[in-house]
């Protein structure tokens, strides 16, 4: 989610679901979709080069195209063809809101610590002048000074005036700043017991790295726990021993994020999770209003299409998808989901391991004597047919280890459109 996700009639919709519909209309090819890997794995590189899960897939030939959540890497780049990128998006930051702190403190608040700090510095030196003013003169004591002093502070009057005239002129002064005083602290204590006073919020991974919060993850295999564990960034590095990853659990709703929303929740933790599922996922569970969520995001990359290396068909996805990213319409397509999400009207399923994750894969062998249509050639009435191979057409996983696959057991013919319908895709 938002990218590939499932209704509740069981239809297929998402940002990505979207773009493909229109290159598939565009293209003329039919697509099927599934839900997970042949090892329920994410997808990464191991020591000898192997990859795992979804990209293990499109790596090995058993699938052609991989998309949805997937960002463009260096070390993805050495083995895959990718596409032009539709998105930016990072993993999102989620924390508990803090609670309102107790309303007798509201007394405290309406100055800061270093003007209470200040304030009691004032009297004191105040209240030891006007001692040493009168010392020759009455019998004021130092703590009936002080008292004098105070007096001011909390709009009290005083039964007897000093008679030296400059003593009467220093407590005059005194009582209009303490006047001046009363009146700020009386306003700020209305504004503070009309709006709940908060704690400081963490706004920055910066502020995040030096608190004492833990980080808590859903271990799919992803690349995050390693890039922080080896990150050169001083602030980065602070949070790799900070990550504790839970277990995945397919037989829970959410397949495992509901340990590390309990952390949340408990404020012991944040959690890191691609951004815009995280925000659905606390949506879903009915807790979007306890969370806030960071504006800086841990590795924002470009999402692309990933493809089998030196696919020589990936420059039809590209055109089309760069037409799609230009006109507006993917940003478009994803607002609307966010937008039905943040409504609530919607009827969506989660996908039992973050929808968000899915595999996309597409077998289709080019006509030798005109694999593709060259769009230079527009004013040709002419449509290009493209063999099939035997096997999976399109796969799409819509999470890591969700059971529920959808295949296509043998590829259908497929024609590219008539030329003027390509004519209306340009104009």
């Not at 919709?13 to 209309?25: C, E, I, N, Q, Y």
């Not at 890997?37 to 058993?62: C, F, M, P, Q």
């Not at 004591?141 to 105070?150: D, G, R």
Request: hydrophobic residues 40%.
């Amino acid at each position: 989610m938002p990218f590939v996700f499932k209704r509740d009639d069981g239809s297929l919709d998402g940002t990505s679901k979207r773009l493909m519909d229109v290159l598939a209309s565009w293209l003329n090819f039919t697509a099927t979709y599934s839900n997970k890997a042949s090892d329920l794995e994410w997808g990464k590189r191991d020591e000898n080069g192997t990859w795992s899960g979804i990209l293990g897939d499109v790596h090995r030939g058993r699938k052609h195209l991989a998309v949805n959540y997937l960002t463009v890497t260096d070390q993805r780049a050495q083995d895959f063809d990718y596409s032009v990128s539709y998105y930016n998006e990072g993993f999102g930051l989620a924390l508990k809101v803090p609670p309102p702190l107790p309303r007798w403190r509201s007394l405290l608040y309406p100055y800061t610590s270093e003007a209470w700090a200040a304030l009691v510095g004032v009297v004191l030196v105040v209240g030891f002048t006007f001692y040493l003013l009168n010392l020759s003169r009455s019998r004021f004591s130092l703590s009936k000074s002080l008292m004098m002093v105070m007096r001011g502070m909390v709009g009290q009057s005083v039964q007897r005036v000093p008679t030296w005239w400059v003593v009467r002129i220093f407590l005059g002064l005194w009582w209009f700043s303490a006047w001046v005083l009363d009146i700020s602290y009386t306003s700020n204590l209305i504004a503070v017991l009309t709006v709940p006073t908060y704690p400081s919020r963490i706004h920055t991974i910066e502020q995040l790295a030096n608190s004492g919060l833990r980080l808590c993850m859903l271990d799919y295999g992803e690349f995050v726990p390693e890039a922080l564990a080896t990150s050169s960034d001083v602030i980065l590095a602070r949070l790799g021993p900070k990550l504790d990853l839970v277990p995945i659990m397919s037989s829970l709703e959410y397949n495992g994020e509901e340990a590390c929303v309990e952390r949340v929740l408990a404020g012991t933790h944040v959690h890191t999770e691609t951004f815009s599922y995280e925000q659905i996922l606390y949506i879903e569970m009915g807790v979007g209003e306890e969370v806030y969520f960071l504006k800086e995001q841990l590795y924002v990359g470009s999402l692309a299409f990933f493809f089998r290396k030196n696919t020589p068909w990936k420059y039809k996805f590209d055109a089309g998808m760069r037409r799609l990213v230009e006109a507006g319409l993917v940003h478009k397509w994803y607002s609307d989901i966010m937008d039905e999400f943040r409504r609530g009207i919607r009827s969506l399923i989660p996908s039992l391991c973050n929808s968000k994750q899915a595999l996309f894969t597409l077998a289709v062998q080019p006509n030798p004597k005109r694999p593709y249509l060259n769009l230079k050639d527009s004013h040709k009435p002419k449509s290009t047919q493209v063999n099939p191979i035997p096997g999976n057409l399109v796969s799409c996983s819509g999470s890591v280890s969700s059971p529920e696959v959808m295949l296509v057991s043998s590829a259908q013919t497929l024609h590219y459109p008539q030329v003027s319908k390509i004519d209306e895709l340009q104009t």
